[in-house]
């Protein structure tokens, strides 16, 4: 029988309890474990993380051997490498949020598939009651222009008539369910669960690198999501400026509060520059002929009015 020895160790720096040799990020420390309310049974809370803005350089400088250098010449290659989109040194940093959300909300969200996800399970374990009612403030109508978005104001009437449907809704749905569970009938959860709605709570615990969170952030911030998710992208967008602020001020900078131009529409503002003579309405004229689509083209003049082409 072979005599196994015991295997030693290299000697670490540090070898204290409570400290450390990982990077720290003191604005993520700052939201550990801390709940930020979204909706009204929801919640994002910052479980863990791994990495800081220094992690980003130090991926980034590992090709040629260097590590951090001036505080200066560290946020102009964070923001060289989301300028020019070079985004695997930001797959380096990760975080892991606890979230609770409605179902509806959830399977917008699964769509960003790179992530790692452990959901709340109606097989193993009773549904809560607890329904998404949105604050009257956000019901609004179909809109006439965008088949999934919401358009003008309802009536204070349409409004009240809407959260009582709801609210009846919710209570048939939640006594259906326990009456499935209980002694008399006795069914499975997994086949009781199947009739209450999508505005029924879930929670999960999520975990996504940073380069695929400012990507669901990017999208989920933007005015066009719907509101519910919205508010969760507002809340990790709190934690992430704080946890890596040179990171979250490039993406600010260079995705945010930027925008892309097509070549037909760098083609027709380059016409624009040298016909000063042409008026709005003239523009619109032109702008929808050329590019042939109503949306396309109420867009590309949506960006020739915050590039100040047009006067008030």
């Known amino acids: 029988m072979e005599n196994h020895q015991e295997e030693v160790l290299p000697e670490r720096i540090v070898e204290e309890k409570n400290e450390t040799l990982r990077p720290i990020s003191s604005g993520a420390e700052k939201w550990l474990y801390r709940k930020i309310k979204c909706l009204d049974h929801g919640f994002v809370i910052l479980k863990d993380y791994m990495g800081n803005d220094e992690s980003i350089i130090q991926a980034a400088r590992v090709s040629y051997g260097k590590g951090t250098k001036k505080v200066s010449e560290d946020t102009g290659l964070i923001r060289y490498l989301r300028r020019h989109l070079h985004t695997t040194p930001s797959e380096m940093v990760e975080f892991k949020f606890h979230c609770k959300m409605p179902i509806f909300v959830a399977r917008q969200w699964i ?16 549904m809560k009651n607890e329904f998404y009612l949105p604050d009257q403030e956000v019901l609004r109508g179909q809109s006439q222009t965008n088949k999934q978005g919401r358009g003008d104001d309802l009536t204070p009437a349409g409004k009240d008539r809407a959260i009582k449907l709801w609210n009846d809704g919710y209570d048939r749905a939640f006594a259906t369910y326990e009456e499935l569970l209980g002694d008399e009938i006795g069914l499975a959860k997994e086949l009781a669960r199947i009739g209450l709605p999508l505005s029924t709570y879930t929670e999960w615990y999520w975990k996504i690198d940073l380069h695929n969170l400012m990507h669901f952030l990017a999208l989920r911030l933007d005015s066009h999501a719907q509101h519910e998710i919205q508010v969760f992208g507002q809340a990790m967008a709190r934690i992430i400026k704080d946890a890596v602020p040179i990171s979250y001020k490039a993406f600010e900078d260079y995705t945010l509060t930027a925008m ?5 529409e760098i083609k027709f503002i380059r016409m624009l520059t040298a016909d000063s003579n042409m008026n ?6 032109n702008i929808l002929e050329r ?4 949306r396309e083209a109420e867009e590309f003049l949506s960006k020739l009015e915050k590039l100040g082409f047009f006067q008030d």
């Open 111 to 126: 769509r960003h598939r790179t992530a790692s996800v452990n959901e709340y399970s109606g097989r193993y374990s009773e």
């Open 260 to 264: 892309r131009l097509s070549g037909p």
């Open 280 to 285: 709005r309405e003239g523009v619109e004229k």
């Open 291 to 294: 590019l042939g689509n109503k």
